[in-house]
């Protein structure tokens, strides 16, 4: 599937989720504790997610059952993917039930997808000249690396990557400035202040 195929079916399913939650009334007169029972529901689908992965990395002898599981037919990559549909669709869900009560999700989130590319620093050139070997020369700087990190530069986007030697996820450069989203809450909605 391509990307932009990929971009417009979340739109479709974002959509769909949407329509869901207006027929079942999901998005009238949410509380605090409809928020606190959707983010049950995303626990489940993570928590399923995880299980999934992990027995794809256990031998099938080694696993545990649950209940009343039928391990005979458990495909971990199925369910790997259904956690991962499920927890789009229940992640989709508390935004609308959070947007539904006045919190402005979509600028909070594009101000945390602005703000998570920042962990990528463009690559800046210092440029001497050397009369003695009659040449420019160009050298990256890179001093923003954060420590235990291995970095590499992207020449396709023009930046650094930094990554956390112990598990690779991408690290944050030292200058890195944290997003705000002061403003786009609901002050006061969880402790019933509203």
């Known amino acids: 599937m391509g990307y932009n195929k990929m971009e417009d079916t979340i739109q479709e399913a974002y959509k769909n989720v949407k329509l869901f939650n207006k027929i079942a009334g999901n998005l009238d007169n949410v509380t605090p504790e409809s928020i606190d029972n959707q983010m049950s529901f995303v626990f489940e689908e993570l928590t399923e997610g995880i299980s999934a992965v992990e027995r ?10 649950f209940d009343d599981e039928n391990l005979e ?3 971990p990559d199925v369910e790997l993917l259904d956690a991962a549909c499920d927890m789009f669709v229940t992640v989709a869900g508390l935004m609308q039930k959070l947007e539904a009560t006045g919190f402005d999700v979509s600028g909070a989130l594009k101000k945390v997808n602005e ?6 620093p463009p690559i800046e050139y210092t440029i ?3 009369p ?5 020369v160009a050298k990256a700087k890179h001093d923003t690396q954060p420590p235990n990190t291995t970095k590499y530069s992207d020449d396709r986007f023009g930046v650094w990557v930094f990554k956390d030697v112990a598990t690779g996820k991408i690290k944050k450069p030292t200058n890195f400035v944290p997003v705000n989203l002061s403003g786009h809450e609901v ?8």
């Open 187 to 194: 002050a006061g909605f969880l402790s019933g202040g509203v």
């Open 132 to 136: 003695e070997q009659g040449r420019v």
């Open 73 to 75: 037919e458990y495909d």
């Open 56 to 65: 794809g990395l256990t031998p099938r002898n080694e696993w545990t059952t």
């Open 115 to 120: 703000n998570n590319l920042q962990k990528f």
């Open 128 to 130: 001497t000249h050397n």
